[in-house]
């Protein structure tokens, strides 16, 4: 049974920093894509930060380039997403998904994702 569990979601004020992390179980990772998607009320799941597991290489939303950053820990089976100098247009539900080997920004092309965090960015 594959498990997808988000953390780190909270409150935050305008040009703060959060550091969301998902952690993985139930399968090996090592030949997955790892995603980052976020949802906010009325809009489509939208696609944020991506990483493949065996080569470490990074894709990044053009909104959120140079603000986040997709890493793993391997030893712990978890990815995380670092976000800095958040703004309140990041508001949304952060869903951690996964998917075998090539990354997609389209959410439903992945098989699993997690139950999501919340993130809340105020002006």
């Known amino acids: 049974q594959v498990q997808l569990v988000e953390s780190g979601g909270g409150l935050v004020q305008a040009g703060d920093s959060l550091r969301l992390s998902c952690a993985a179980s139930g399968r090996t990772f090592s030949s997955y894509a790892m995603a980052w998607f976020r949802q906010a009320p009325g809009k489509e799941r939208e696609f944020v930060a991506a990483l493949t597991w065996r080569t470490s290489n990074t894709y990044y939303a053009a909104s959120v380039k140079g603000r986040f950053t997709n890493f793993r820990d391997n030893a712990k089976n978890t990815v995380y997403l670092q976000m800095n100098s958040l703004k309140p247009e990041d508001t949304a539900v952060y869903y951690c998904?996964?998917?075998?080997?090539?990354?997609?920004?389209?959410?439903?092309?992945?098989?699993?994702w997690g139950q999501g965090t919340q993130v809340t960015v105020s002006s």
């Open positions: 998904e996964a998917r075998p080997y090539y990354h997609s920004d389209i959410a439903a092309r992945y098989d699993y």
